[in-house]
């Protein structure tokens, strides 16, 4: 049964209103609890229309006054989030006017998030890759399916440096050798390897992965506002990046787009069934390796 809408609201792109297949849902479990959903069937790959919605629902997390978490998760079979939509026009993504911070506004979502006085958490069944592990390692928190979950940053296989700063962040989460190790092979990381590297909190099997996750928001939603913001701020301080690693990351990209070798390569990948369901997608670490 669809929730009514006080329960939930589609946050959507004024110019994708009739795109009925992209979808961001923001449901209310309560005031304080929030779940945020990706539902962008097949893939739930990363369109430019969704830089709007997840710039709703970021200032959505931080002007409310009362939500203390928030989890994202995906309602997609196979697939939390991916990468970006290399079918469309990426060089209209890739110079869009810098945020308030200077940055693109993608990295700028993530250091927002990562920054906002909500926890937040992600609950990764399928595929989070690219995009979609850049957007969970922003989160606070991420707990993964051990037998669906899968992470990646597949970037390097494609030739382009990854651009939402997991080069900051992984490095931090799971040391030097391991952040090159993930990074540079570009293959898939399921989630038990997920878990023994510090990609992920820890991986749960799949039967229990989302009610370990509404047991923990839910608990952390009953405690005081205050107290969480500010413990958060403080960590905050002694771990996250600052701005110019995730920008110098950002520019890196941009500049590895352009580069002749790299579209040569992204439109080999095209031909073989990237951006589309299959095989190519199902397996991209295998993919890009070959």
Request: proline content about 7%; overall charge negative.
């Amino acid at each position: 049964m669809k929730p009514n809408d006080e329960e939930t609201t589609a946050m959507k792109d004024q110019n994708y209103a009739a795109t009925k297949t992209t979808e961001i849902r923001l449901a209310r479990r309560s005031p304080e609890y929030w779940r945020v959903t990706f539902e962008h069937p097949p893939l739930n790959i990363f369109g430019p229309e969704m830089l709007p919605q997840v710039n709703e629902i970021i200032t959505a997390i931080e002007t409310d006054e009362q939500v203390k978490v928030v989890v994202f998760d995906s309602a997609v079979q196979g697939f939390f989030l991916i990468h970006l939509d290399f079918l469309s026009r990426l060089d209209d993504l890739a110079h869009l006017p810098p945020g308030p911070t200077g940055l693109h506004p993608w990295p700028e979502m993530l250091v927002r998030l990562s920054r906002a006085s909500v926890v937040s958490i992600a609950s990764i069944r399928g595929r989070a890759t690219g995009m979609g592990s850049e957007l969970a390692l922003a989160c606070d928190m991420r707990f993964a399916s051990r037998e669906k979950a899968i992470l990646s940053q597949f970037e390097v296989g494609a030739g382009l440096v990854p651009g939402g700063g997991p080069m900051a962040r992984l490095s931090r989460l799971m040391g030097r050798g391991r952040a090159l190790e993930v990074i540079l092979s570009a293959d898939d990381v399921p989630g038990d390897l997920a878990e023994l590297y510090g990609y992920v909190n820890r991986s749960l099997p799949d039967a229990d992965l989302d009610g370990f996750v509404d047991a923990l928001a839910s608990r952390i939603a009953s405690f005081d506002k205050q107290t969480i913001m500010d413990t958060k701020r403080l960590v905050n301080v002694a771990s996250l990046p600052p701005d110019v690693e995730i920008e110098s990351g950002w520019d890196a990209c941009v500049a590895s787009m352009a580069r002749p070798a790299t579209q040569w390569r992204i439109k080999t990948l095209i031909e073989r069934g990237f951006c589309k369901p299959g095989d190519a997608e199902n397996r991209l670490g295998d993919f890009v390796g070959r």
